[in-house]
Every structure is written in C-alpha cells, then in structure tokens.
C-alpha cells in the first residue's frame, strides 16, 4: 500500500523568505503522480504543483518548485519570497497509476507567514 | 467556467439519522471522487464514480455509500449516523480519462452529527 508522510505538523516564516515543506512517500509502483495541495482557511484544496514520476526534471510554478528525489522516494516544496496568501495548509499527495483517480495524502503542513 | 459545487456547505444532524450530500463536477468532467477529512485521521478517500459506476472504493463501512447521475453529479449517502462521521466532505472532478490529469475540488460540505 501507498503512504505519504509529512513530517513538519508546523512551520513558521517571515514574509519574504525561503521555506521548504518535506515529504516522503512508500509505492511500489513504478510510474504515479505526485501532487502539492494548499488548503487556505477557507477549505478549498488548490493544486500547488505536480510531478510526473517518469519525468527527471524538478516542477516548477512561479515562487512553487519541487525537489523530486525518485530513488529516496522523496518530494519537497520550495517556496521562495513566501507571501502572506501563502499561509495554509499544505498537503503531499500520491496517485498512482494503477489506482485510477485514487489521492493519497499526507497529514499536512500547517504553514504560517509572518509579517 | 464555474468550479465544483458541494452542497449544503453545511448540516448539522443526529446520531442515527442519515444524510445525503451532493456535488456538482465541473462541466465536462466524468469522475467524481469523494474524500472525508478528520483532524485526527486526515484525507482519507471514500469513493470514486466515473460515468456512473463506481471505479475505485477506500475502506469505509457500507453506511457510506454514493451514486453518479447520466450528467456526472454525484451524491454521497451516510446512512445510521454516528459521532464519528463529523467532517469536511470533499469532492473532486476530474476529466479522468487519462491518468494523472488534475483533481479539482469543491470547498466541502461541513457535517457534524449530534
């Protein structure tokens, strides 16, 4: 069975700064998906960034890049120049390709900006 | 285009009683999938309907159970209600007919039972 975890409950930064969510994963499966969701105060999961397992070069969205790390089954988010709408909870979330639309995720993130 | 529609956003129930939940997938989307989320045991999947079969299925009793109408809306039934079952339903579409596309979710629908 597939796991996801996050090992951060908390994090905390001052606006402007760099930070780095982790997050580990268990599969056998050789292709998959992996996804970063945040989670505003207001509930609504939004897609971050994904990564496709088959692809070796990092994702990356604006101020949002990932560290894919397929051997150590790793998958990190950098955020750079952090800005208050960016506090939220983040998530760490596998999919596999055997599972058809099945979302995996992790416990979360709870990210505070600081001004 | 208009996003995925949960609704109510919120409902307060009995122990024992039922409830039906209902989420309306962005148009043109087939696959619904529905998640549960607790403080204590987080995201956990319920069920996903693609064209209206049930496709995949997480480890939930029988009292949860859901449908998907010919134009993709899903319903999700909690039948026997118990105080357990207080959380944040989400909902998520998806184009689903190739794998990996992306899940789009609605804001929840907010169940706490009495």
């Known amino acids: 069975a597939q796991t996801v975890t996050q090992s951060q409950p908390e994090m905390s930064v001052q606006e402007a700064e760099t930070v780095t969510l982790s997050c580990t994963y268990d599969?056998?499966?050789?292709?998959?998906?992996l996804f970063w969701y945040k989670q505003p105060p207001s509930r609504q999961m939004i897609l971050v960034i994904r990564?496709?397992?088959?692809?070796?070069q990092n994702a990356t969205e604006n101020r949002f890049s990932v560290n894919f790390q397929k051997a150590a089954k790793s998958f990190s988010l950098k955020i750079s120049d952090s800005q208050l709408g960016d506090t939220a909870m983040y998530f760490c979330a596998f999919r596999g390709y055997s599972s058809a639309s099945k979302i995996i995720f992790g416990s979360g993130t709870r990210l505070s900006i600081r001004p | 285009k208009a996003g995925v529609t949960q609704t109510p956003r919120y409902l307060i129930k009995t122990r024992g009683q039922q409830v039906t939940l209902s989420c309306s997938p962005i148009s043109g989307h087939r696959s619904v999938s529905w998640y549960q989320q607790t403080p204590g045991q987080g995201l956990q999947f319920l069920f996903e309907?693609?064209?209206?079969?049930?496709?995949n299925k997480g480890n939930f009793p029988g009292r949860f159970s859901g449908r998907q109408f010919s134009n993709s809306r899903s319903e999700m039934n909690v039948s026997t209600l118990e105080l357990g079952d207080s959380a944040l339903y989400l909902c998520?579409?998806?184009?689903?007919?190739?794998?990996?596309?992306?899940?789009?979710f609605g804001q929840g629908t907010r169940l706490t039972v009495v």
């Open positions: 309907y693609f064209s209206e079969t049930q496709r």
């Open positions: 998520a579409s998806s184009f689903a007919d190739i794998q990996g596309t992306e899940a789009f």
């Open positions: 599969t056998s499966e050789n292709n998959y998906y």
């Open positions: 990564q496709e397992a088959y692809k070796q």
